[in-house]
């Protein structure tokens, strides 16, 4: 397996909600990443997919919530969410694809 192909799995997919978009007015990105991932790994995987620098990378574990669903109770699944803070000048735009 090629080294592009872990970066993928490393970073799910980009988080695009209001908190995000504020997060975005610091220059910051929020990836919805594997719940394995460390910090090192986080920041490598999006240097190396998007060509930016990182200036730093915090991260946040959501516990899912217990549901219901047509009677049945569920519960979502946990979430593994990174903020990454790039360095000025670097930018990502979350709304064209990869």
Known sequence: ??????????IRKPI???K???ASES???VF???MN???PQIKEAVE???GVKVKAVNTTITKGKVKRFRGQIGTRKDVKKAYVTLEEG???DVTTGL
């Open 48 to 50: 190396a997919l998007f």
């Open 90 to 92: 670097n930018t990502i």
């Open 1 to 10: 397996m090629s080294a592009k192909h872990e970066h993928y799995d490393v």
């Open 37 to 39: 991932s460390n910090k």
């Open 16 to 18: 695009i909600t209001e």
């Open 20 to 22: 995000a978009t504020m």
């Open 27 to 29: 220059n910051a990105v």
């Open 32 to 34: 919805e990443v594997a």
